[in-house]
């Protein structure tokens, strides 16, 4: 098992509120990243982070944001949730090598009602 | 642009016989390969990568998977499937030219029936 945790794993929210999802890895990985998957699975890269104070937009827009103030914690934001933004969303580390592959938490299920 | 297609979106299987999930990927450069599992409720679990060497690569559970270059192929194959294979199947590339990040495949659906 891999040492990547997302917590809360299930979240149902109001509209309008503001949520953040954690993620912390142990491995001492330089890159993370989230992704949104659609309930007919795609997966598509909203945020990474290529380590401290390094974030960057994904291939996907997002009305999310990023912070990476330590290496092993990588939280994403919504300021106020919207019915659009229920989705499943993956949280992932890799180290700096390009040939390493990456590891991915649990995820966490977001409804927003 | 770094891309990954998973032609079908899902492919059935008897128990017993064998299984292939296809990849096909584009890329600038050299590319490196990756497949992904993924059971319900869960994250994606790593299952084999190419990175260069020997174009058959050996991973977890009895999965093996085929580089060909001229095909940009990076097809996923089990000699004799399990029920309990039946999962989300994703592949991903990732190159140099395309800032490495892990671009991912849209995913195949497998149901293997006993």
């Known amino acids: 098992e891999a040492d990547i945790y997302q917590t809360p794993r299930y979240l149902v929210i109001g509209t309008g509120k503001k949520i953040t999802l954690e993620c912390s890895q142990t491995?001492?990985?330089?890159?993370m990243y989230w992704y949104q998957q659609d309930p007919g699975m795609e997966l598509h890269l909203i945020h990474y982070?290529?380590?401290?104070?390094?974030?960057e937009k994904g291939d996907l827009s997002s009305e999310s944001t990023v912070s990476r103030i330590r290496t092993e914690h990588f939280p994403l934001t919504l300021e106020s949730a919207r019915p659009s933004h229920t989705s499943q969303y993956l949280c992932?580390?890799?180290?700096?090598?390009?040939?390493?592959?990456?590891?991915f938490g649990q995820g966490t299920r977001l409804t927003v009602v | 642009a770094q891309s990954v297609a998973q032609p079908e979106d899902q492919v059935n299987v008897a128990e017993g016989n064998p299984l292939t999930v296809k990849c096909t990927y584009s890329?600038?450069?050299?590319?490196?390969l990756f497949w992904y599992v993924q059971y319900p409720n869960r994250g994606l679990q790593f299952l084999l990568k190419?990175?260069?060497?020997?174009?058959l690569v050996k991973g977890s559970y009895g999965f093996e998977a085929e580089f060909n270059k001229s095909q940009t192929s990076f097809h996923l194959k089990k000699p004799s499937a399990l029920v309990s294979d039946s999962a989300l199947y994703f592949c991903?590339?990732?190159?140099?030219?395309?800032?490495?990040?892990?671009?991912f495949g849209g995913g195949t659906r497998v149901l293997v029936k006993p």
């Open positions: 992932a580390s890799s180290a700096m090598d390009r040939n390493t592959e990456a590891f």
């Open positions: 491995m001492g990985h330089d890159k």
């Open positions: 982070s290529y380590g401290v104070n390094s974030t």
């Open positions: 890329v600038s450069g050299n590319p490196y």
């Open positions: 190419y990175i260069t060497g020997d174009n």
């Open positions: 991903a590339v990732r190159a140099k030219a395309a800032g490495n990040k892990l671009t």
